[in-house]
């Protein structure tokens, strides 16, 4: 069978994040007010052949450490990309 | 004649298009991001940079900047524009210029000599020019993948808005296109760096056909 | 049984003596929080305890030399009333741990030391050292690091021009990421990171300021030193965490602190690099012979709950140190402000205090608020300048005899030369492309050619037709069979590498990668290396203006091979027309220029060179170190290329130097950038294709009778060793290879080794 | 009140995504196989001061849609942060 799943890759938590405060101060200027910590993140969305939806979720999960993220600064996680 | 300089913080090739510019014996000036006009300017040029770091992306954060509006005014009573690079980038997310620029296909930056063919000879950039020449002037870019929808191409096309191809696609642009035009061709944009291509010394003049053709009276003032 | 927990100056990196040393300057006991600050200013990387007696040797002086080594950067007057700055650094250990960020803080690091010298930076080189591609962790490497000096020095707007690619087993887990900047200046706006004035200002700009790269120091995150129980685990929140660099921020600050700079605001700035914000003050309090009140309250933080010694000693990128009259602040203020650069008050200089020998004591106190507790205060130079230096053992290695005498011969290798040859050929334009060389409109030869040159112009500098030339060289091979000649004869390959853009060389600088200083062996290397730098740069008249030193580079108990890295800074007086380069044209003659044999026994020594390395031979004999017909032959090379650089007719059409991989590869480069082969006659033996030595120089002319005339009157020897012409490169009967077939494996040589597209 | 917000960015349909081809590419070789279709986005996090939920995610949506994407060649979407 073939899954969809998402794999969201963040920032570790106290790793600087430029993109993000840039974003965040340019919103004032545009009239977006009262947003705060603003994070910068990718993610990447593919289709899984695996046997089940939980054993393409654990291919996605080890395809996130390996390659789509950088563990010494970032964090990885897999979700379904099913439409809920 | 004078031409501006648009300077956002981040930009990085402006005092190498002020530069090309006062070469060709051109009056040219800054204009720093935060102004809301650009009077007295026969000619604005966005320069090559990382306007914003280039976060979120090339010219998203640029484009709010006010300097914009009053560009897009300039613009559309028929003042000459041009943006080279990030300027291009700039110009698409301002909705100036059709399209938008990619990461490259290779995925790295690019710093190269590329050779184009002029394909229109109708805007504000390649009216010294002709149609068929070969021009080599480098690329230095991490974004410069040309992309737009089927629809898009084919009104580029109709329109005779593509104005410069590569001849060996560098970074997966549709098309080879390497700069396009609005269609009343005063507003122009291109990925590679005319103003780096000024003289022999640094290994091409073949940029100065565009710019001088670029600062010359304006389109209608005569 | 539970051992007894480490003494707190131990954790960082103190030993016993150097604590007695504490107490005796304090004449107390330190607190926790000073104990810190001299961990991190008597730490190698900040003191140079191990290095600084034998630096010592290296000759700093000249005319030209307006600031010499132990500032941010070097300087020198290039003449037109411009002054051009020069630095390089290491980072190695950031980068082995993730290459991206490693690297591209190394570039904004290095950004920081020249422009803090109210340099506009003007051009980047980056030598680069890793393990061998047929592993992925290294194409891993060297992709991330190749990436970062892309995405920091591109955004940042500062061209990089060129570097060093070397590959080799002893870097494999400590990759070696050493990057220069040169940047220039109106002669009279030189400033120097100095603190005086009492009531002057200090003021923190950039960044706010994070938990990053608390190096040593995070060891008090679990000595209990916050005053919590020992246990405190090492989670996320609290664990020293990579630098990441912003290079817009970068871009703002260079801007603002120039604008500053140009506009009188500012009295010297100072940047914050390793050891941070107690870097930045007890240097410049230091300088200046003042005391400086530090208020860690009114610096900005990006995270909530640092301590005091995470705030004094964060590693925290792209920040400045102002030091300004209070008058200029509301200027000063509004200047940031147009850049989107913070600024903030956080110290106030302060009269010294008196000690009880009547001496003036520039005392550092760090505070809860300018008038609140006073949480650490240390004399500002005990900090900065009186680390204790060390004379460690030195012990030449046993094994070196033996290895000297492991010669390689070619004699077993005879008749393999063709592929020996193709196997030698690498582009590095697959790392270059990546890199902008073009910003500012100055680079005539940017990389990929034996030095780069630029002209010697930029936003606010005085006109000039004047030209400045860089390279960077290294050669570990040779350094590791004879560290003082091998040094010696990099700093001559540098000088060769010039001479080919008609430059001569007026500043050095170098990055001294080493192994562990505890290792007598490497102590020796490192003392040698130095001797045979201060050697060369004695019998070449160029003055040392800066270096770096980065020691501990081992793993496993495995030094690297001695690397010292040098950068040339060198002046072309009359830059209008470009240099010749590698383009020969058909029909033209090839000389070979320089003496044709290495002096010593050996005339042809393969020992150290790539040829022999790649089959597995480190041993051998290098070459000595025999100045004088050297500095004949480059003085020629650099005159009849300076005049084609002054735009006068020439018979010369190409120049190239012989370096890593001897003659045989100089002459496929240059056949392989133009597609033109050549007829060379044959040489004198299989080794001359291969050895390396400086001092040949491969050039094309189109009047022999008139080049040898000439060379005669210079005393330089040279010989017509064959004719450009022909689809094909052939060396005598040795080597015959078809040009296109050896471009394209040149071209994708690198690309292939690193599994990735060209 | 303040809500934490995900704003997801992807590619429209049928503009090329180099990114995501270049990783899938690069797949087989490390010994993952089965994986299709995969395609780079971005995902932004940040904390929205509103009223209600509902009306952060209408002012995510604004400014997905004015800023963090790109409609030529990107759609977006915003949906709750908060751990479900
Ligand atoms: N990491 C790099 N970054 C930029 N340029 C590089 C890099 N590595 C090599 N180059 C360029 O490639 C050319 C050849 O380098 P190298 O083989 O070290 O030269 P040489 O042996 O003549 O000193 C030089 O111009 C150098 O600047
Ligand atoms: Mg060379």
């Known amino acids: 069978m073939n899954y969809p799943v998402i794999v969201d890759v963040t920032l570790r938590h106290g790793i600087a994040d ?25 993610s990447f969305r593919m289709d899984i052949d695996a046997e089940s939806e939980s054993a393409a979720l654990e291919k996605a999960a080890a395809l996130a450490q390996r390659l789509l993220s950088n563990p010494v600064i970032e964090n990885a996680s897999a979700r379904s990309g099913a439409k809920g | 004649m004078k031409i501006g300089v648009v300077v956002f913080p981040g930009s990085n090739c402006e005092y190498d298009a002020l530069n090309a510019v006062q070469s060709l014996g051109v009056e040219a000036e800054f204009i720093w991001h935060t102004n809301t006009d650009v009077e007295g300017f026969d000619g604005v040029i966005l320069p090559g940079g990382f306007a914003h770091g280039d976060y979120l992306r090339p010219g998203a954060i640029a484009r709010f900047s006010p ?27 301002a909705g100036l210029l059709p399209g938008a620029l990619q990461k490259n296909a290779g995925l790295t930056f690019l710093c190269q000599p590329t050779t184009l063919v002029v394909e229109s000879t109708a805007s504000v950039l390649t009216r010294g020019a002709t149609k068929g020449q070969e021009l080599v002037v480098p690329i230095n870019h991490f974004s410069g993948a040309y992309t737009c929808d089927d629809a898009t191409l084919a009104s580029l096309e109709a329109n005779d808005q593509i104005v410069l191809r590569y001849t060996q696609n560098p970074n997966g642009s549709r098309d080879d296109i390497a700069g396009v035009r609005n269609v009343e061709g005063n507003v122009v944009g291109l990925m590679p760096h005319p103003e780096r291509a000024m003289s022999t010394l640094l290994g091409s003049a073949d940029g100065r056909v565009l710019l001088e053709g670029f600062v010359r009276a304006p389109v209608g003032a005569h | 049984m539970t051992q007894a927990p480490e003494p707190l100056h131990r954790a960082l990196g103190l030993n016993d003596e150097e604590l007695e040393q504490i107490v005796a300057v304090l004449n107390r006991e330190p607190n926790p929080l000073e104990l810190a600050l001299y961990g991190v200013m008597w730490s190698e990387h900040c003191s140079y305890k191990s290095s600084r007696i034998h630096l010592r040797r290296l000759p700093s002086d000249g005319a030209h030399v307006l600031v010499g080594p132990g500032e941010n950067a070097g300087v020198i007057d290039a003449g037109d009333g411009i002054a051009v700055a020069i630095r390089i650094e290491s980072h190695n250990h950031p980068s082995a741990i993730e290459p991206y960020q490693g690297a591209a803080t190394g570039v904004g690091g290095i950004l920081r030391d020249v422009f803090t010298m109210g340099a506009r930076p003007l051009a980047l080189m980056d030598p680069l050292f890793f393990g061998e591609l047929d592993d992925a962790r290294q194409r891993w490497l060297v992709e991330g ?3 970062g000096i892309s995405g920091y020095g591109n955004s940042v707007g500062v061209p990089t021009v060129g570097g060093e690619l070397t590959f080799d087993e002893c870097y494999a887990s400590n990759p070696l990421v050493n990057v220069l900047c040169c940047g220039a200046l109106p002669r009279e706006r030189l400033v120097l990171g100095v603190a005086s004035g009492v009531g002057n200002l200090a ?15 995070s060891v008090l995150a679990s000595a209990g030193f916050s005053g919590e129980d020992g246990a405190e685990s090492l989670d996320d929140a609290k664990r ?43 240097e410049t309090a230091a300088r200046g012979g003042v005391g400086m009140d530090v208020d860690i309250t009114a610096v900005p933080l990006r995270e909530a709950g640092m301590q005091p010694y995470e705030i004094m000693t964060s590693e925290s990128q792209e920040r400045m140190l102002a030091i300004i009259k209070p008058q200029n602040w509301d200027d000063v203020a509004r200047l940031c402000a147009k850049w989107e650069v ?16 009547g001496n003036a004591v520039g005392m550092l106190r760090v505070r809860r608020g300018f008038d609140g507790e006073i949480l650490g205060e240390v004399p500002a130079r005990s900090l900065a300048d009186e680390a204790p230096l060390y004379d460690r053992p030195r012990l030449r290695p046993s094994s070196l005899d033996a290895m000297r005498l492991d010669e390689p011969t070619s004699e077993e290798l005879r008749g393999l030369a063709n592929e020996q040859l193709l196997e030698l050929l690498i582009d590095p334009a697959w790392v270059y492309r990546q890199y902008d060389s073009q910003l500012f409109l100055n680079t005539v030869v940017g990389p990929g050619r034996d030095a780069s040159l630029l002209r010697l112009a930029g936003p606010g500098l005085p006109a000039s037709n004047r030209g400045i030339a860089l390279s960077t060289d290294s050669n570990p091979r040779w350094c590791a069979l004879d560290p003082r000649v091998g040094t010696a004869l990099s700093v001559a390959e540098s000088i060769a590498n010039l001479a080919c853009v008609g430059a001569s060389p007026k500043a050095l600088v170098n990055c001294l990668n080493f192994g562990n200083p505890e290792h007598p062996e490497v102590m020796w290397q490192l003392s040698e290396s130095i001797d045979g730098m201060a050697e060369a740069c004695r019998a070449f008249e160029v003055p040392v203006v800066g270096g770096n030193v980065s020691l501990y580079n081992e793993s496993g108990g495995n030094d690297i091979d001695p690397t010292p890295v040098v950068g040339l800074l060198g002046v072309v007086d009359s830059l209008l027309a470009p240099p010749p380069g590698w383009n020969w044209t058909s029909g033209d003659a090839v000389m070979l220029v320089g003496v044709r044999h290495a002096g010593g026994a050996n005339p042809f020594p393969l020992a150290g060179t790539r040829w022999a390395t790649q089959r597995g031979r480190r041993g051998g004999t290098i070459a000595p170190f025999e100045p004088r017909a050297l500095k004949e032959t480059f003085a020629f090379v650099a005159r009849e290329i300076s005049v084609i650089c002054a735009g006068a007719p020439s018979d010369v059409t190409a120049v190239h130097d012989v370096g890593s991989g001897g003659l045989a590869t100089a002459l496929a480069e240059m056949a392989s950038e133009t597609g033109l082969g050549a007829q060379v006659l044959e040489l004198e033996s299989h080794a001359e294709l291969f050895a390396e030595f400086p001092g040949r120089f491969v050039m094309t002319t189109n009047d022999v009778e008139g080049f040898i005339a000439r060379a005669a009157r210079a005393g330089v020897a040279v010989e017509m060793v064959g004719t450009v012409g022909g689809t094909a490169l052939a060396i005598g009967s040795s080597i015959d290879l078809d040009v296109t077939q050896l471009s394209a494996r040149r071209r994708h040589a690198l690309a292939d080794a690193l599994h990735t597209a060209l």
């Open chain 3, 203 to 217: 003021v923190l700009l950039g960044s706010s300021t994070g938990r990053d790269g608390i190096g040593g120091v």
């Open chain 3, 145 to 147: 690091v190749v990436a």
């Open chain 1, 18 to 42: 430029p993109e993000g405060a840039t974003i965040e101060r340019a919103l004032p200027a545009l009239g977006f007010t009262g947003v705060t910590n603003m994070r910068a993140g990718k």
């Open chain 3, 342 to 357: 913070r600024a903030s008050i956080v110290g106030h200089v302060v009269e010294p205090s008196i000690d009880a020998h």
């Open chain 2, 67 to 93: 300097v914009m509006e009053a560009v897009a005014r300039f613009a559309s009573s028929g003042g000459a524009v041009l943006g080279i690079c990030n300027g291009f980038q700039v110009l698409t997310e």
């Open chain 3, 240 to 282: 020293p965490s990579v630098q990441v660099g912003d290079p817009y921020e970068e871009k703002r600050l260079i801007e603002a602190c120039l604008e500053l700079l140009d506009r009188g605001l500012v009295l010297g700035i100072q940047d914050l690099g390793g050891a941070g914000l107690i870097c930045a003050t007890c």
